[in-house]
């Protein structure tokens, strides 16, 4: 992508927003303007004070007070609305970043699941988190010191011309000089600059590694070769640093020189004018006073380019995702059935990449109540099926029927609601136990957790916890075992009571005691509802109504268990060699 | 202890933060004081030019300037601009290339620290909290060092040089009005400044909040899906965003204040000069020469005014970061080599554990109890047991990441506490239980006990290991980097890489910590009869001499043909023997193999030989074993 369209999908995303806070910028730049005047007056009012009060033949003290009150109230003024202006953009930068923060999240929930399957945790994370940050550095840093450098940097040049217009454009030919000194050694310092925040990168990635391998570099006894290679990575950064910090020297006190070597020149060309009468020493000062300022606007908006090329790379990562279409929608006219559970795939496949399906002409029918186990290998297909379901995604051809009704025509949220999911790997959230079993919903009354959770036989270990339902889980609740997770998780389903069950069994070792706990749980859970567990364990599968075995995207047998042995076909080989245990590896 | 001599130790304890930095610019005090003069020589220059603006500005009001005088005053403000910004920049360059140095020094000798540092002081300290000591601590005291030090000197000098020149030569009242607002500014950052940075701490917390949420729910998306709680999502996140805002807004605040007290200070300077200054030269006080210097004097100290604030916040900090690297640059390693005399022969022969219980320092709770066995050249031990029955711990033992009660450990007869850690070490080959890789290349990974790795020893390796076909299907083959910035690897790859990591280092005595968990069971067979085969043969390959093995599992099938077998529970050995012994004994042992091999089934089935008795089940399988390894032969042939 170009840098102009891109820049154009900054301005289309932010506009809107911009838009609709059009009268407080307007306030901003009012505010800005009046507080560099009133900054920008100092070097005037000595030069009104020389030329009108000093050096006249009647010096008159009286008006120097006088004008030195009058610029007393303009400071203490200057002081209010520079606090009032920074806040108000700031405020304004804030707002404007919430509202793009929150949309961007709920257009991200809308998503299907084939977005979250395809886009790395990590990648979604850099869009919510460190590209709206980078346009709240568009608004706080690049906006609020562009406007000022700029508008200072513009009323130094009004002023000047005022003073005296021949010695104003002479000092404007410094103008360009500075502009390339500043863009090069911004530039210069910003790739130095990467090169440090890289190699600090590489070497805080290579200590991270290390201290968490520490035992494997001590019983290897590769303490000195570990050293040598660190040491390899500290000199390269101490190399670049030192290397940044001399760019950064040298542009600090090549400008510093510049600004003297112009004052040098003005006393030059304007003493020679004030010993002929052209102009008066007022003016020779105020242009010492205002060359002196020219340099830092410059600087200051040139090392916001970096802000601002940041923020449009953000912004137009955060146009796509927003220009994302969900590819699970609802039908508008979608109506929900008369609910009972019963499910159809009619050969139904599923390609999550075109040309490489994973399901292939599932043709299988489950009816209310009953009880279906899926074994197979890893990437058989057991968890497609469920994404079909669930409708996670939708079939690329056949059809999934639940109680006579295509799932693409059933509303989502009563499909979701009937459609229950008990995951491996329990989905658990900072918060409360108690929060987390009924996920965030307040209106469930917590009387109804309780008993869901008396009913599975999570209570007793909840009352372990320090403060029983009330204990907040930390890094998602770590510090349960696996089995006490996967109870929490099927008091959650007590609670939101689907009439369709799809349960992911765990496969973490478990004590006998835990185990015999969660079959106990898992039959609570179940009674009552359409059950389809992809199963691990051989005690679970045997108790199954009906096991369905995958082998690469199709249904190769189907029985229930002592069938299944007696044909001695796949299912009896996995059972052999002892896959059914393993097979999650 | 009473609380004036508790608070006499803390002042030591800061005090010896400081020696880390005070001896280090001891060590290199030429190139201190020479830069620090620099530096302070520039200032006090720079001090000169609003001055010579004065005398030009009074010698044209006299009328006493002629057009080569004033070619003289450019020259002099040429030269003296030329050599404050010489001096200054040389000196700052010495001191900034010297603080630089001190960061490389402080991060080599922290990890030198770190290396020698033992597990338990790894699990006291996140490795979070280490990099942030090798990072910004690091840092805070390299601004001290460096920044801290140029400003303090160039603002010290500034302020000194602008004070004589001004009040001693001109004025006192007229300066110490115009400085007196000035003089605040520091204050001011002192003041404001850590307000500040904690505000903006707390903000990239809120941000870190926020951050949290979203990786929750992106991480669990399918469950906020299923349960239709989309809504209830939004709200969290929204709330979250909404604490950013309001932790940002009391920022804004402090930092609008600070970004419109400073400038009013210095303005306020400005108008106690122009007022008074004014009234002095129409009085003919002082000249108007000296009224145009004092004028600038006041621009040119507003940086100068704020560093030297910065450098009082900069030397508060650093009191913290130096004592946080102080106190790790003097932890002890829990676990080092003895004083007296030690063994130095390399180990070859038998290990034999005694008695021996142990219990984490600080804990009473014995995490194993009364262990003994001895293991021979040749021989494979086999440890069972479920999660924290202790079996980690024992490797841990073996391998000295803590040490071993005196008495209890014995390699060739002799106590291990009596081998140095180099030799213990290096007759040790090891394999984590989470198979951890280094992100360089996969040869440097298996070769990571050679410091050139010998290309075809580690082939072999991976061919022992069955990854070789693997590693040969990678980008670069073995040259591929593992890791984020090259291909990831399941979990089973990892393992089979970290066993072939052990067997190149080749040691008289293997132990793997669960270390076949990810890899299917076929392949665990395959991997465990290649080594069998590897540590009991006496010639061949290098890799192959008689071997100490230990194979600590919580899967059966890792440790099924393992020459003694112990079952590990609760830190004691509930069961030993072989395999097929521990079977017909029919404990804990034989009651997981029925269930991971799946054997209760087929008893059902068939009718049950096994209820009939225990005796009679162990002739059926050896039948089925057989019936097996035949299945595996035809699946083979």
Avoid at chain 1, 32 to 52: F, G, R, W, Y
Avoid at chain 2, 476 to 492: K, N, W
Wanted: proline share 3%; glycine share 8%.
């Amino acid at each position: 992508m170009t840098v102009q369209s891109s820049t154009r999908g900054v301005f289309a995303t932010l506009f809107p927003y911009i838009k609709s806070h059009r009268t407080k910028f307007v306030l901003v730049f009012g505010l800005v303007v009046t507080v560099v005047v009133i900054d920008l007056l100092q070097p005037l009012l000595v030069k009104e004070a020389i030329d009108s009060y000093v050096t006249v033949s009647k010096p008159d003290s009286g008006a120097i007070v006088r004008m030195a009150a009058l610029y007393l109230g303009l400071v203490l003024m200057a002081f209010g609305l520079t606090y009032y202006q920074d806040i108000v953009l700031q405020r304004l930068g804030l707002s404007i970043v919430r509202s793009i923060r929150i949309d961007l999240f709920k257009h991200i929930q809308r998503l299907a699941l084939r977005y979250f399957d395809q886009n790395s945790a990590g990648r979604i994370m850099t869009n919510v988190v460190s590209d709206t940050e980078a346009l709240n550095n568009f608004f706080t840093q690049f906006l609020a010191n562009t406007l000022r450098g700029g508008f200072t940097l513009v009323l130094i040049m009004f002023f000047m011309l005022r003073l005296n217009v021949t010695i104003a454009l002479n000092c404007f030919l410094l103008l360009p000089l500075v502009i390339v000194l500043a863009v090069f050694f911004q530039r210069k310092i910003r790739a130095i600059n990467t090169q440090v925040r890289h190699r600090l990168g590489v070497l805080i990635g290579f200590l991270a590694e290390n201290l968490s391998g520490m035992p494997i570099v001590q019983i290897f006894h590769q303490e000195a070769k570990q050293q040598k290679r660190l040491d390899l990575r500290n000199k390269e950064l101490l190399q670049s640093t030192i290397l940044e910090n001399q760019f950064f020297l040298l542009f600090f006190n090549l400008t510093e020189l510049f600004g003297d070597l112009a004052i040098a020149a003005l006393v030059w060309y304007g003493g020679r004018g004030a010993l002929g009468g052209s102009i008066s020493f007022g003016v020779l000062y105020a242009f010492v006073g205002y060359i002196r300022r020219f340099f830092q606007p410059i600087n200051t908006i040139s090392q916001q380019m970096n802000t601002l090329q940041s923020s449009i790379v953000a912004s137009d990562r955060i146009a796509r995702t927003l220009q994302e279409v969900p590819d699970i929608q609802e039908l508008v006219e979608a109506k929900a059935p008369v609910i009972s559970g019963h499910i159809k795939l009619d050969g139904a496949s599923l390609a999550y990449r075109p040309g490489h399906p994973v399901l292939q002409n599932i043709h299988l029918t489950i009816h209310p109540g009953e009880r279906v186990g899926f074994v197979g290998a890893t990437g058989a297909g057991k968890t497609s099926i469920m994404n079909l379901v669930t409708r996670f995604y939708d079939v690329t051809e056949g059809s999934v029927v639940i109680d006579g009704k295509d799932v693409r025509e059933w509303p989502l949220d009563v499909l979701r609601q009937t459609v229950g999911i008990v995951q491996q790997d329990v989905t658990l959230f900072s918060g409360t136990i108690i929060d987390n079993i009924r996920f965030f919903r307040s209106e469930i009354p917590a009387e109804k957790v309780r008993e869901a959770c008396r009913l599975v036989g999570a209570e007793p270990f909840i009352f372990r916890q320090d403060r029983g339902y009330e204990t907040i889980l930390s890094e998602r609740g770590s510090t349960l075992s696996a089995g006490e997770r996967q109870l929490l998780s099927f008091a959650r389903v007590l609670i939101f009571d689907p009439r369709i069950l799809i349960l992911d069994e765990a496969t973490a070792c478990l004590d006998s005691r835990t185990e015999e706990v969660l079959q106990r749980a898992i039959h609570r859970v179940s009674a009552g509802r359409t059950l389809l567990v992809i199963a691990h364990r051989l005690s679970t599968v045997q108790q199954m109504d009906t096991i369905c075995v995958l082998e690469q995207g199709r249904i190769v047998e189907s029985g229930n268990h002592s069938d299944l042995l007696r044909r001695q076909g796949y299912y009896w080989q996995l059972h052999r060699a002892g896959l059914l245990q393993e097979e999650f590896a | 202890m009473s609380s004036s001599s508790r608070s006499k130790t803390i002042k030591i304890k800061e005090m010896s933060g400081l020696l880390v930095v005070g001896s280090y610019i001891r060590r290199n005090w030429v190139v201190y004081s020479v830069g620090i003069s620099l530096v302070a020589v520039g200032s006090l220059v720079s001090a000169q030019i609003p001055r010579l603006l004065g005398r030009f500005t009074d010698s044209l009001r006299n009328g006493t300037l002629g057009a080569s005088d004033i070619s003289g005053y450019v020259w002099l403000i040429v030269t003296i601009g030329v050599a404050r910004v010489s001096a200054g920049w040389c000196g700052r360059i010495l001191v900034h290339r010297k603080g630089r140095q001190l960061t490389y020094r402080l991060r080599k000798e922290l990890f030198d620290k770190w290396v020698t540092l033992s597990p338990s002081y790894y699990h006291r300290n996140s490795v979070g909290d280490m990099i942030s000591h090798a990072l910004s601590d690091v840092e805070v005291v390299r601004e001290l060092v460096s920044q801290g030090i140029n400003q303090g000197a160039s603002g010290f000098a500034m302020l000194l040089g602008v004070i004589w020149l001004m009040a001693v030569h001109v004025d006192w009242r007229l300066t110490l009005a115009g400085l007196g607002p000035l003089l605040f500014i520091p204050l001011l950052v002192k003041w404001l400044g850590p307000r500040i940075r904690l505000q903006s701490q707390r903000s990239q917390e809120a941000l870190g909040a926020m951050a949290q949420t979203t990786e929750e729910v992106i991480g669990g998306i399918r469950a906020v899906k299923a349960f239709g709680t989309e809504q209830v999502v939004i709200s969290r996140f929204e709330s979250r965003v909404d604490a950013i805002v309001e932790e940002k807004m009391h920022l804004v605040h402090l930092t609008a204040l600070f970004g419109s007290l400073v400038p009013l200070m210095v303005n306020l300077g400005f108008i106690f000069v122009l007022a008074y200054g004014g009234y002095l030269v129409t009085m003919k006080v002082i000249s108007l020469g000296d009224f145009v210097a004092f004028t600038l004097y006041i621009a040119m100290l507003r940086q100068p005014m704020e560093q030297m604030g910065n450098v009082l916040n900069v030397v508060q900090r650093s009191g913290a970061s130096l004592n946080r690297i102080d106190h790790l640059l003097h932890a002890v390693p829990e676990v080092l080599d003895r004083k007296a005399l030690l063994q130095d022969n390399s180990l070859k022969g038998a290990l034999q554990v005694k008695g021996l219980s142990f219990s984490y320092s600080g804990s009473k709770r014995e995490v194993l109890h009364d262990i003994s066995f001895s293991v021979k050249p040749g021989q494979t031990l086999g440890i069972i047991g479920v999660m924290g029955s202790g079996k980690s711990t024992l490797a841990d033992l073996l391998l000295r990441m803590y040490d071993p009660p005196e008495g209890t450990v014995f390699i060739d007869g002799v106590d291990i506490l009596q081998y140095p850690l180099a030799i213990l070490r290096n007759g040790i080959a090891y394999v984590p239980q989470d198979g951890f890789l280094f992100s360089t290349t996969v040869l440097e990974n298996i070769a990571f006990s050679d410091e050139y790795p010998d290309r075809q020893k580690a082939e072999r390796c991976a061919k022992i290991t069955a990854v070789h076909k693997n590693i040969m299907g990678f980008p670069d083959q073995y040259d591929t980097e593992i890791g984020e910035r090259g291909v990831r690897l399941s979990g089973g790859q990892k393992q089979r890489i970290a066993i072939a990591r052990m067997i190149y280092k080749d040691a008289p005595f293997q132990i793997m910590d669960d270390s076949l968990s990810a890899v299917d069971t076929s392949t665990e067979r395959l991997i465990l009869n290649n080594l069998r085969e590897l540590s009991k043969s006496h010639s061949g390959s290098q890799e192959s001499s008689l071997k100490v093995t230990l194979i600590i599992s919580h899967r059966l099938s890792a440790v099924q043909h393992a020459d003694e077998i112990v079952v590990l529970d609760d830190g004691k050995i509930v069961e030993r023997g072989n395999h097929l012994s521990l079977i017909a004994q029919g404990g804990i042992y034989a009651e997981q193999w029925f269930m991971q091999a799946g054997k209760n089934e087929d008893v059902d089935l068939e009718a049950s030989t096994f209820e009939a008795g225990r005796d009679s089940s162990q002739p059926d399988l050896d039948i089925e074993m057989e019936a097996l390894e035949a299945g595996r032969l035809e699946e083979a042939s």
